[in-house]
Nanobody, 121 residues
Framework: QVQLVESGGGLVQAGGSLRLSCAAS????????MGWYRQAPGKQRELVAS???????NYADSVKGRFTISRDNAKNTVYLQMNKLKPVDTAVYYC???????????????WGQGTQVTVSS
C-alpha cells in the first residue's frame, strides 16, 4: 500500500506564489511517474504537470512558464512551484503516482487526498 500526503495549499492573491509538496510513503522500491492534477468545481480533473524518474517533464499548456515541477527520488517526494497564480488556477490539487513498485505489490495508480488552492483576484 502507498500513501500520498500533500501539503502547501492555501489562499493567495493573484500574482502570488505557492509551493505544493507530496510525499509518498510505504515500502516503495520505485515510482515511475509522479505528478499533479487539479479539479475545479464543476470541471473534470485535469493534468497539471508530471515528471518521470528520469526527469522527463510534461506540463499543461495553461501552466507552462508559471509552474515548475520537481522531484526528489530518494525521498519519493514531488513538488510543484506555482508562480504568477491566476484565479483560474483555483482548484483542489491532487498528487498522483503511477506504476509504483513496493515490496509486496505493483500499483498502477495512486492518489493523494487533495489540497485546496484558492487564488483571489
Amino acid at each position: 500500500q502507498v500513501q500520498l500526503v500533500e501539503s502547501g495549499g492555501g489562499l493567495v492573491q493573484a500574482g502570488g506564489s505557492l509551493r505544493l509538496s507530496c510525499a509518498a510513503s510505504g515500502s516503495i522500491f520505485s515510482i515511475n511517474v509522479m505528478g499533479w492534477y487539479r479539479q475545479a468545481p464543476g470541471k473534470q480533473r485535469e493534468l497539471v504537470a508530471s515528471i518521470t524518474t528520469g526527469g522527463i517533464i510534461n506540463y499543461a499548456d495553461s501552466v507552462k512558464g508559471r509552474f515548475t515541477i520537481s522531484r526528489d527520488n530518494a525521498k519519493n517526494t514531488v513538488y510543484l512551484q506555482m508562480n504568477k497564480l491566476k484565479p483560474v488556477d483555483t482548484a483542489v490539487y491532487y498528487c498522483n503516482a503511477d506504476r509504483v513498485v513496493t515490496a509486496t505489490e505493483f500499483i498502477s495508480r495512486s492518489w493523494g487526498q487533495g489540497t485546496q488552492v484558492t487564488v483571489s483576484s
